[in-house]
């Protein structure tokens, strides 16, 4: 009878083990927030063929799933991986070539740089970014006249930190064509008593653009892998390029395919009459790891070099309103083409009177339809009358909380008290439009998620300023931000069902980390780290 039972005993564990399902990986004993609809919690889950198959309580894994890999994380906490919902991806690993201005605190400090950089590079054509005036304690633009005694043979382009204006020497004016008497709509080549002070903004700057020698294979291969490094050390599986030409997008896509680039890339369409041309007639492209179905469009500059368009004048400079980059029959014309394919349309508007013409842009060429998703990059400063026009169920808002911190120093300087009210407004644009799509804007800001997350919540920038937070009623909760940093964001591109949460069926992207951003004091947020990222269940940091 003993016998008989051992024998029974024996093929029921055989039973068992058999009727485990075989999985690639089984993760246990993790604080899992899945950000599901339920925005549920779990401990386990399992992984095969790239996806979640299973997610639940560790008990419930192991029973039902065995793997090859079982990785117990012993209680740290587990996230959707990072969505970057505004980006310049490639601009990033570009910026890597060239002279770092990032964190300047004087004009001073701007050139030390450069003469260090070309001492060591010897750079044809010295090429920098990050520079703020804003930072300095001389607050207005800096001039050329340095540059032109330090390097009058070697031409120099200087980005400012947003990306919308120019510091340029007199050689490369030369180069371009420009003098005092170019003239250029949608921007402004600054002029101090008749001469050319160095400074373009904005639609001048394309003339420069034209004179910077353009990047060969090898170098914009190494720009995107030392892009990619960086975002995969900070848990970001997926970023949104706000912006990318035809040769770039399909780089990326080879480099995809040969498993020589890891990330998940959402590519805005740069607006150029040659890409518009290429893609607009042809569905869009989409692979796992490549999505090509928007065009980014430029509406209007940046507040910080007083491009961003104004209803009223600026505040510190009178009668100055800014200038849009297209115009508005340009961008009615542009908008009404892309409303009649399966194209996003999202446009870069800052100030107030740009983002009530993309707004009633929008609202107009999509009557009618549902489900077209298209979005206001940064909807940095609204009219109090156009942000109901936010509950456009085809409109979201796709914002940039870092952008909040870094500015609010100045940003009453440029808008006044009145009209700083509406901006950065973020819990107001997310109580009307019913999500917004977290990102950064680097490499305008930082690539860390953690500011984001930290800027989004506290409303304070990495010093911890200010004590109260910058307009603290348009904080949003730590839900809510890890919402717009994962399933938000990934609505924004259409890839909901795919990604953005830890669910079954989606791609098994996710980050552990150090700390649980979600229950720590608000304070120690910046002090996480991300201990290990995974896409499609590989471990890639």
């Known amino acids: 009878m003993q016998k008989l039972t051992i024998f029974l005993l024996l093929i029921i564990v055989c039973f068992s083990c058999a009727e485990k399902e075989q999985v690639d990986m089984i993760l246990t004993n993790a604080k899992v927030y899945t950000v599901d609809a339920q925005f549920s919690n779990a401990e386990a889950f399992a992984i095969k063929d790239g996806k979640f198959v299973a997610v639940g309580t560790t008990e419930e894994i192991q029973g039902k799933y065995e793997a090859s890999e079982t990785l117990n994380v012993n209680g740290n906490t587990i996230l959707p991986g990072f969505i970057d ?34 001492k060591e590079k010897s750079t044809p054509f010295i090429i920098g970014r990050g520079w703020d005036q804003n930072d300095w304690e001389v607050k207005e633009f800096p001039t050329k006249e340095r540059l032109d005694v330090l390097f009058p043979d070697t031409p120099i382009a200087l980005t400012r930190v947003d990306g919308h204006a120019y510091l340029v020497n007199q050689k490369a004016l030369d180069m371009a064509g420009i003098t005092s008497e170019t003239k250029i709509e949608g921007g402004e080549i600054q002029l101090k008593n008749g001469k050319l002070t160095g400074i373009l903004v904005d639609n001048p700057m394309d003339l420069i653009d034209k004179v910077i020698p353009q990047p060969n294979r090898t170098q914009q291969i190494q720009a995107l892998q030392d892009a990619q490094t960086e975002c ?12 990318l030409n035809r040769d770039v997008i399909n780089l990326i896509d080879s480099l995809q395919k040969a498993e020589a680039l890891k990330i998940r890339m959402y590519a805005m369409i740069s607006n150029t009459p040659e890409n518009v041309e290429y893609y607009i007639n042809k569905e869009p492209y989409k692979t796992d790891y490549l999505n090509v179905r928007s065009f980014k469009v430029y509406g209007d500059g940046a507040l910080g070099s007083r491009g961003a368009v104004l209803k009223e004048s600026y505040t510190d400079k009178e ?33 107030d009177s740009a983002n009530y013409q993309v707004l009633k842009t929008y609202a107009k060429v999509l009557e009618g339809q549902t489900n077209r998703r298209w979005k206001i990059e940064h909807a940095q400063v609204i009219d109090e009358p156009d942000f109901e026009i936010f509950k456009n169920e085809n409109i979201i808002p796709s914002v940039q909380p870092t952008h909040a911190t870094s500015d609010m120093y100045w940003a009453g300087d440029r808008l006044g008290e009145h009209r700083e009210k509406g901006a950065y407004a973020y819990k107001k644009l997310l109580n009307l439009s019913g999500k917004v799509a977290l990102g950064t804007d680097f490499p305008v800001e930082y690539v860390s998620p953690f500011k984001t997350f930290y800027a989004a919540v506290a409303r304070k920038d990495s010093k911890h300023y200010p004590e109260g937070g910058y307009q603290k009623e348009n904080a949003l909760s730590r839900e809510e931000t890890l919402k717009g940093m994962t399933i938000w964001a990934a609505y924004s591109n259409f890839e909901e069902n795919e990604k ?24 120690d947020i910046l002090k996480a780290t991300v201990k290990s990222t995974y896409i499609a269940g590989k471990k890639v940091k």
């Open 85 to 118: 919902a505004h980006c310049h991806f490639y601009g990033l690993g570009l910026n890597k070539q060239s002279v770092d201005l990032i964190g300047t605190k004087s004009y001073d400090e701007v050139i030390e740089r450069i003469v260090a950089f070309q």
């Open 232 to 243: 995969l050390s900070y848990g970001l599986t997926t970023v949104n390029d706000a912006g």
């Open 319 to 351: 009668n100055h309103f800014g200038a849009m980059v297209i115009s508005p029959e340009e961008l009615s014309k542009l908008a009404a083409r892309i409303a009649k394919t399966k194209y996003q349309m999202n446009t870069h508007a800052i100030g």
């Open 500 to 523: 953005g949460s830890i669910e079954p069926g989606k791609f098994a992207d996710f980050i552990i980390l150090d700390q649980n951003i979600m229950e720590i004091p608000e304070n």
